[in-house]
């Protein structure tokens, strides 16, 4: 008997802390939100992006770097647990998933709840995301029509000064998720994914489907040209040295230089293809 309670002791042990390890990695799976530095204090729920190559420090995002959103600011004070770092400079708490508050504009329309948003106009402030941006920023978890619960107006203009629209400005909760949009709609030419992985493998980039079918299209005029050359060459010598068997030296040096002229075509080609890719 006392041999079965400790048994049901250790298990009783054994079960609280695994009970305690679950939920200590359930709290830092949920765990979204980190401290960073930013250049000036930074409104809550406005969208950031990491400042190029620092790592630790937040700028706010911009439509023209829609494709770099990184995450949304956040109330500190909204937080169970927060640890904070007295060196960074206008410490900013950042939320890179789950669903939090997020300024938006009716720039894009009215929004519903499980729209698309992305970035608007404004810098940091998100709208109802259309079928013309590339990246979205994460769905909306209640709607905004502009007139209730709102924060203010504002103006867009255009680069002129002109004011092009007059929008409307309020906070609602949007579920993060930053991904291309999967209502895009497309106006490129499709282009076979086999000729895109080589195409962005060689400029280390995305490639418009115009400059992989040109990069084709010389690459095949160079394998052509060399190759009709090199055949007309050959062809040439033998029928030389079948005439006149005493030349046979120099017509092998002949057949050499259309072999490096060969050559020389395909590489000025491949060459070719790699600028027009590069740059």
């Known amino acids: 008997m006392k041999s079965l309670r400790i048994i049901v002791s250790m298990m009783a042990v054994l079960g609280i802390f695994y009970t305690a390890n679950q939920s200590v990695f359930a709290s830092n799976s949920s765990d979204s939100v980190q401290g960073y530095s930013a250049d000036a204090p930074i409104d809550n729920g406005t969208i950031v992006r990491l ?4 790592a630790d420090r937040v700028k706010v995002a911009t439509q023209a770097q829609l494709q770099n959103m990184f995450g949304v600011t956040v109330d500190r004070n909204q937080l169970s647990f927060t640890l904070s ?7 900013t708490f950042v939320a890179v998933s789950g669903t939090y508050n997020v300024l938006v504009s009716t720039q894009g329309g009215t929004i519903s709840a499980g729209d698309y948003v992305t970035l608007s106009s404004i810098d940091g402030v998100a709208m109802k995301a259309s079928t013309k941006e590339k990246t979205v920023f994460g769905r909306a978890a209640a709607g905004f029509d502009g007139k209730s619960a709102t924060l203010g107006k504002t103006d867009l203009k255009d680069t002129s000064g002109n004011t092009t629209k007059a929008v409307t400005l309020g906070s609602i909760p949007v579920t993060i998720d930053i991904r291309r949009n999967p209502n895009e709609k497309s106006t490129q030419v499709a282009v076979p994914d086999i000729l895109k992985r080589v195409g962005q493998a060689i400029a280390e980039k995305e490639v418009s489907p115009v400059r992989i079918y040109l990069s084709m299209g010389i ?19 033998v029928i030389s040295i079948g005439r006149n068997p ?15 002229t060969s050559i020389l075509i395909l590489i000025i080609g491949l060459f070719a293809v790699y600028l027009l890719l590069k740059l």
């Open 246 to 260: 005493m030349s046979k030296k120099s017509i092998f040096r002949a057949l050499l230089e259309v072999i490096l």
């Open 219 to 237: 690459t095949a005029i160079s394998i052509i040209a060399a190759i009709a050359i090199l055949y007309s060459g050959v062809r040439n010598g």
């Open 51 to 54: 400042d190029g190559q620092n």
């Open 85 to 91: 770092n007295d060196a960074r400079d206008n410490e």
